[in-house]
């Protein structure tokens, strides 16, 4: 591919080791990695121009579900905490089929694209009438953007004590086997790939301690890594406690589920033990502050969290609980909520960039993403900050405070996936209409 030259950029927020800012500076797009970044650079390939732009690494979504987005802001579901907002959406999700997941697919990661995602995780956990993890990444194929789905899954249902319903659970040992089975056919391990695959039970209260403990057994022989949800509100805890008699910390722990292959989403009732625990394991945390906010779970002790050392990444987490997936928004939520609890210095808005950047891609183990140095991955937004969103900012660079929301310009692996704050590898009005009529069709 040729060259890519993005020049004159206002800022470039390179997020590298000595995290360096660049005023009036350019950064050279070469075979997929940072050839460059310093003043005056030259080429022959294509120029972009970037005067009244802020330059940042590709956003990294360490959590979602984007098979809902075709069920945002269901009305059973508006007003309700996690189990009962489940438990309201389970009957709608079991009539999915391979069309629904591939189409809210494209959705949410045109969706996160726009918002300057770059590299997204998702965790797939329910396969009705022939849903196959491929159907998502196909979609992120087709999109262009750089994916790290996992094998999610539900084993315990209704008739065993857990929450899902019978029909959406599968037995225990067709899971694995196709947890192999996916690794085996996209798992790409090589620095620079598209496609890393992990395995992910679902949560405490819908798999068995024997699967947790099989499935990390699994992923570490197969190298890869392992992703599930953890301490994410009260009832969470009270399920741990009266079913394992111990707190989600320790039952992670005795499960084989820390590590530095190992992240957990939400985590917002940790303790101080358990931040402990994590941040001695190097175990990653996906820290979804607007599912938080709309579900009523409570705010995360991220403060707590990054001064302890534990690896703190981003996620818009599904569109069913946030309603939307927009990651630099997210980006913003958490800055906020940490100042709220712990005061307006608890997290600068260039602290919440990186926690959306660099932080994000050292959870998902991407030390190739989240920064612009050289031989890193060229997955880079370009960002306007002449418009009316930072118009009478002193502090261009303080995208969080006074920026936009929307990407002007988005590369991943070199390739341009934005352009002009359209995406260019969709035609995205027809994928929207698709997914209208489908959710119709849902809602009866």
Partial sequence: MPDILIRNAESILTMDDERRELAGADILLRDGTVAAIGQGLETTGEIVEARGCVVTPGLVNTHHHLYQSMTRAVPAGQD?????????????WARFGPE???VSALTGLAELALSGCTLTSDHLYLYPNGARLEDTIAAAQEIGMRFHPTRGAMSIGESKGGLPPDALVEEEAAILEDCIRVVDAF???????????????????????????????????????????????????????????????????????????????????????EIDLFARSRTGVAHCPCSNCRLG????????????????GLGVDGSASNDAG???????????????????????????????????????????????????RADVAVWDVSGIDSAGSWDKAALLLAGPMKVRHLFVEGRQVVRDGHVTTLDLPRVIERQDRLARALAG
């Fill in 100 to 102: 629904e997941m591939h």
């Fill in 187 to 273: 798992h790409d391990a090589s620095e620079g790939s598209m496609c890393r695959v992990g395995i992910a039970p679902c949560s405490p209260f819908s798999v068995s301690r024997e699967l947790m403990r099989d499935a990390a057994l699994l992923a570490r022989d197969k190298g890869v890594m392992l992703h599930t949800h953890l301490a994410e509100n009260d009832q969470d805890i009270a399920y741990s406690e009266q079913m394992f008699g111990c707190r989600p910390g320790q039952y992670a722990e005795d499960l084989g589920w820390t590590g530095p292959d190992v992240w957990h989403a939400h985590c917002v009732k940790l303790d101080g033990a």
């Fill in 80 to 92: 309700a905490l996690l189990f009962n907002w489940l438990q309201a959406l389970y009957p709608v």
């Fill in 297 to 312: 779970s409570g705010i995360a002790p991220v403060r707590a969290m990054l001064d302890a050392g534990v690896p703190v």
């Fill in 326 to 376: 927009n990651l630099v928004a997210e980006a913003r939520q958490a800055m906020l909520l940490q100042r709220v609890t712990r005061g307006a210095d608890a997290m600068s808005a260039r602290r919440a960039l990186e926690l959306a950047t660099r932080g994000g891609a050292d959870v998902l183990g991407r030390p190739d993403c989240g920064r612009l140095a050289l031989g890193k």
